[in-house]
Structures are given as C-alpha cells and as structure tokens.
C-alpha cells in the first residue's frame, strides 16, 4: 500500500531533551516536506527537500533541523525541544512532475509532540 | 508568513446545500491545491488547478482559479453530512514551498 508512516505518533517529552520524528514514504517521491500545524495557524512548512542530499528552509525552520540520506526517509530532529515546539506534525511527499502538473501531496497521519 | 488565507473561517451548512470556500494567497504559483481534513488526521488532497487553468471539475468539486486577484475558490455541490470536514488551500509556489491557509471549517447538518 502506498503511505506515508510517521513515527512515533504521540510524543510527550521535556525541554531539552533531543528527538526525532521519522518519516518515510514507499512511492519513490523525490519531494518530501516537514509542517507543524497549530490552532488557527493551517499549516506551516519548516523544511523541505526537493531530493535526496537537497534540503531548504520553509517558513519556520526554527529550532528543527532534517536529513536527507535516502529517498524515502525525512526525519525531522528538535535538538533541544521547547515548549513552543507542542504542535501536531505533519509529514508528507509528492512526485516531482517537471510541469508540476501532477504533484499533489501525500500526508503522514501525523505526530502529536507535547513539550513540557 | 502564511500564502493563503481562506474565506470565511468557519462555515455550516444544511445537508443538500451548497458549500463555496475561497482562498486568496500573495506570491506567484505552479498550481493550487485542496485538501480536506477530518479532525487532527492527516490531510486528503481533493484538487489540483494549474497556473494556467482557470477552471476544473472532480465529480462534486469545482475550482476556480484567477491569478489576476490570486485567488481560488472551492465548491462543494450537493453537500453531505460526511464532508463535515476542514478544507485548506495550498499554492506551489514558484520558490518550490508550499503554503497552506489557515483552513475553512465546514459543518454540514444532517
């Protein structure tokens, strides 16, 4: 089945201590893209990447950090997590269509982080 | 920032009804998307309209697209109480971001 997974789901933790949120789709996307969305906000693109070893900045990229090594994986890493950092995060990929007619997104079911 | 803004925040309806959100965003676009929500899950691509449509159809669905006032609406024909849902607009930029509005919340009564 084509999906994209996100891991953990749930995640409660405390200012400081490091995480990371894995992401990974099995449609050979070139496009994978990291948001948080918060109330009232939509959502909001932290970071993207357009292939693998290519990353760029969205609109918050603030306190987060991504790798791309493989294709298929994006994770996204809080190196010291803050309590602004509580979002519900949302994970997805697109193929990458040179007339970019047909790049329509594919979310993860989302990680809901809690920072205390 | 946020690219698009969608009209009105919140919107409910009467099942049979239709329902008309719209969506304004600020900087140049490859195309512009909808997607649908359902509380807190990930979100459902509906619709995409390139730069160069003006106009497209997906059975209930009807977009429109004017870049000359960088806007877009979406129409919901014949409403159901399963489209209850929240529905956001995201442009492709031409800096290859992505940029989602706020969202429309839809309650469609049974």
């Known amino acids: 089945e084509a999906q994209v997974t996100q891991n953990p789901r749930y995640l409660i933790t405390v200012t400081g201590k490091k995480l990371t949120v894995t992401c990974s789709q099995n449609m050979n996307h070139e496009y994978m893209s990291w948001y948080r969305q918060d109330p009232g906000l939509g959502l909001r693109q932290i970071y993207y990447?357009?292939?693998?070893?290519?990353?760029d900045k969205g609109d918050v990229p603030e306190g987060y950090k991504v790798s791309r090594k493989e294709k298929r994986n994006f994770p996204l890493i809080l190196e010291s997590p803050s309590p602004n950092q509580t979002s519900l995060y949302f994970c997805a990929s697109s193929p990458q269509y040179y007339d970019r007619a047909y790049n329509e997104q594919f979310f993860g079911p989302g990680t809901r982080l809690t920072v205390l | 920032s946020q690219q698009g803004e969608e009209d009105p925040q919140a919107l409910s309806i009467q099942e049979g009804e239709n329902a008309t959100m719209n969506c304004s965003y600020k900087t140049s676009i490859n195309n512009l998307q909808w997607y649908r929500q359902n509380s807190g899950r990930g979100l459902v691509h509906l619709i995409l309209i390139r730069s160069n449509e003006r106009e497209k159809h997906s059975g209930r669905l009807r977009v429109t697209l004017d870049t000359s006032k960088k806007s877009s609406s979406l129409l919901i024909t014949a409403s159901r109480a399963a489209d209850t849902a929240s529905y956001f607009c995201?442009?492709?930029?031409?800096?290859?971001?992505?940029?989602f509005g706020a969202g429309t919340r839809l309650t469609v009564k049974p």
């Open positions: 990447s357009m292939n693998v070893e290519v990353t």
């Open positions: 995201a442009t492709d930029t031409t800096r290859d971001d992505m940029r």
